[in-house]
Structures are given as structure tokens and as C-alpha cells.
């Protein structure tokens, strides 16, 4: 993406794509990207949380008397297990007519036919039948159906595999030109949450300014390269440390590893113009790229309505940019007012603005968010 209008856009799917995945874990009782990939291995064997099944898939929780007495060096019968007798009294109530230690058979099918005859349940046990029988068999393989079938839908919806996505900012000071609010709040999500989910980020600029690089992007981003810089003041930006101007500019950087408050030297190699097509054409002729079809339509905010604007809507909505853009807000009832447009034209003109990404959803009476800064 090289429209800075555009990439914000994109960061908003990636947030989504990394909400999406955490739902699919909290479905399927996962922890993160690595254990979403591998429950295909472990699925049949038992062994989803490995730290509570051995490798037979035998569960480390169940108790086992010869184990331990295996564990304690004793055999079973030199085991002394003790024992305490209870005697249990239990009172029973007979009906008129049964006798004391006199079991009576009840027949299922005579209790359902006195019931089907309006007749009262003679027993107790006949009433309990009765009961229990309000619920036929076929409206439980009925129901039994039906949950299946709501199980296998979203079954359906679950992928087999999930894949990696490595999000790569190049130049960050020119996208926190376009809209540096959106963009912060982007980024910090992206880099607070993201890597559990397998998305990654790389941000890179050479005007390491703090208005650039604030404290939210940099309190979320654990591991950092610093190349030569001109001042301290640059250096204490980017790894809040001094240092990186005293580099001699020929490849040699400062590295601060994740999880580390030690700065290392590290030299990277020289690479050509030549070498660097040569990589390119190597990788490029394994396979050739695939792109998602609707990753771009969301981002490019293309659809089947797009072709369907006319010359005419077009010029109406660059009007209605210009409105947006001098009140600071976006509603149907305000296009209405400072255009002079009907209801249902105002309002298609909000869905167009809406399907390109320049708008949020509607939410009740309050007004639309505006998503892209229109000043640039």
C-alpha cells in the first residue's frame, strides 16, 4: 500500500483480522497461534495441554494405587489399606395393598396406555413415567439433530490453519502525517496483542522525532535497531539510550533484544543492487503471489455497488467531502441541509462514503465517525 489514505484503512483489518482470531481461540479454549496450528496433531491422541497427559495420552490426574506403590518402592499387598463398615438404616413407605419385602414389577408400556386413556396413574412409579414421558423419543433425536447441525455450522466456519501476516511500515513519519491519532492507536493495539495471534510488526523511519516515535508506539515494541543517527537526542528516541551517534555509519547498528536492557553491536553485510534482484527472482520463481480477493475490496472499497455510480453521484460526493470536512462530522440530516438533498439521495450518499472506508457504521442518532483525515 503506498496511499497513505489507504494504509489506514489496511491497519483497521488487520486489527480486525486480530480480533477475529482471538475469538477463535476463546471458541476453541486455545492460548495462541502455536496451539491453534498443532490441535490437528493432538486431536484424537488426549494430548491438547500437554501438561496434564503423559505421552500414552494417559491423564497425569488420575489416581493409581499401583503407581504409587511402584513410586514408594512397596508392592500392592505390602500396602495396608483400612476400611470402617457403615451401617445404613433406610425407612421405606409401602402402599396399601404391596407387603413388606414384596417387590412389584411395573410395566412401561401399561403406564403409557392408562395415561393416553385419561385414566390416573395407579402407582408411584407409573406417575414417574408419566412424566417422563411428555418428552417422545423423536423430539429428542429431533433436538439431537439440530444442535448437531448448529455444532457442524460452526465447525465450518473454524480453519484448519491459521496463516502468519508480518505487517511492514517503512516510512513512519509520513503516515503520522496523514491521520497520527488513528494511526498511534493502530499501531499500539497491533503491537500490544498481536503476537499471540501470529501478526507481527516491523516499523522503520529515518526521522526519529518523538512526535514520529511516541511513548505508546515505544512502550509496545520490545525489540529495536538503531543505525547512525545525528544527535544523543535521536538515539535516547529510539532505544531511550545514547549511543547510536557515535556509529560510524558503514552497516554497524546498536540491537536492544526483546526482553533485555543491554545494548549489542552488531555489523550487518553489504548487500548489492545485484544480490538483492537475485534474492527476488529466487523467491519470486517458487511460487507466485496469491492475493485475498476480499482483503482488497475492503481496503480499495471496491464492490458490486461501485459500478454502479454515476458521474453525477461522483460529483455530488466530492460535495459531500467538502461538507464533512469543514463541520467535523457526518450526518444524513446535515447533507441534507448543506446540499439541498433528499432523504434517500442523502443517505445513499453515506452508504457510498461508508463502503469506501471514509465513514464509520451508523449508531443510532449519534453521528458517523469520520475514519480518514480529509485535510491531506
Not at 18 to 28: G, T
Request: hydrophobic residues 35%; proline residues 3%; glycine residues 6%.
Amino acid at each position: 500500500m503506498t496511499d497513505s489514505k489507504k494504509v489506514l484503512l489496511a491497519l483497521r483489518w488487520v486489527v480486525n483480522e486480530m480480533e477475529r482470531r482471538y475469538q477463535l481461540f476463546a471458541k476453541l479454549n486455545l492460548r495462541n497461534f502455536d496451539t491453534f496450528n498443532a490441535r490437528e496433531q493432538n486431536k484424537g491422541t488426549g494430548n491438547g495441554q500437554g501438561e496434564f497427559f503423559d505421552a500414552s495420552g494417559q491423564s497425569k490426574l488420575d489416581f493409581d494405587p499401583t503407581k504409587e506403590a511402584t513410586k514408594n518402592n512397596n508392592s500392592v499387598e505390602d500396602s495396608e489399606w483400612e476400611y470402617e463398615e457403615v451401617e445404613v438404616e433406610v425407612e421405606v413407605e409401602y402402599e396399601e395393598g404391596e407387603k413388606e419385602g414384596e417387590w412389584q414389577e411395573v410395566d412401561s408400556e401399561d403406564s403409557l396406555e392408562n395415561q393416553s386413556d385419561g385414566s390416573k396413574p395407579q402407582t408411584h412409579s407409573d406417575e414417574i413415567l408419566a412424566n417422563h414421558s411428555k418428552f417422545s423419543k423423536e423430539e429428542h433425536l429431533r433436538n439431537k439433530e439440530i444442535v448437531n447441525s448448529v455444532d457442524d455450522a460452526d465447525e465450518e466456519k473454524i480453519p484448519e490453519r491459521l496463516p502468519y501476516i508480518v505487517v511492514i511500515i517503512d516510512e513512519l513519519a509520513d503516515l503520522m502525517q496523514t491521520s497520527p491519532a488513528d494511526v498511534e492507536q493502530a499501531i499500539a493495539r497491533i503491537a500490544q496483542k498481536a503476537r499471540a495471534a501470529g501478526i507481527h510488526l516491523i516499523i522503520a523511519t529515518q526521522t526519529p522525532r518523538a512526535d514520529v516515535v511516541t511513548g505508546i508506539i515505544k512502550a509496545n515494541i520490545p525489540s529495536r535497531i538503531a543505525f547512525q543517527v545525528s544527535s544523543s537526542l535521536d538515539s535516547r528516541v529510539i532505544l531511550d539510550n545514547k549511543g547510536a551517534e557515535k556509529l560510524v555509519g558503514k552497516g554497524d547498528m546498536l540491537y536492544l533484544p526483546p526482553g533485555s536492557a543491554q545494548l549489542q553491536r552488531a555489523q550487518g553485510a553489504l548487500i548489492t543492487d545485484a544480490e538483492c534482484i537475485s534474492i527476488v527472482d529466487f523467491c519470486s520463481k517458487q511460487a507466485g503471489p496469491i492475493f485475498a480477493q476480499e482483503i482488497e475490496d475492503s481496503i480499495n472499497g471496491k464492490s458490486e455497488e461501485s459500478e454502479e455510480i454515476s458521474e453525477e453521484d461522483e460529483a455530488i460526493i466530492e460535495k459531500c467531502l467538502e461538507v464533512i470536512q469543514v463541520e467535523h462530522r457526518a450526518s444524513t440530516s446535515l447533507l441534507q441541509r448543506r446540499l439541498r438533498l433528499g432523504y434517500t439521495r442523502a443517505a445513499r450518499m453515506m452508504d457510498i462514503l461508508e463502503m469506501r472506508g471514509i465513514i464509520g457504521p451508523g449508531d443510532g442518532a449519534k453521528p458517523r465517525e469520520i475514519l480518514v483525515d480529509l485535510a491531506n
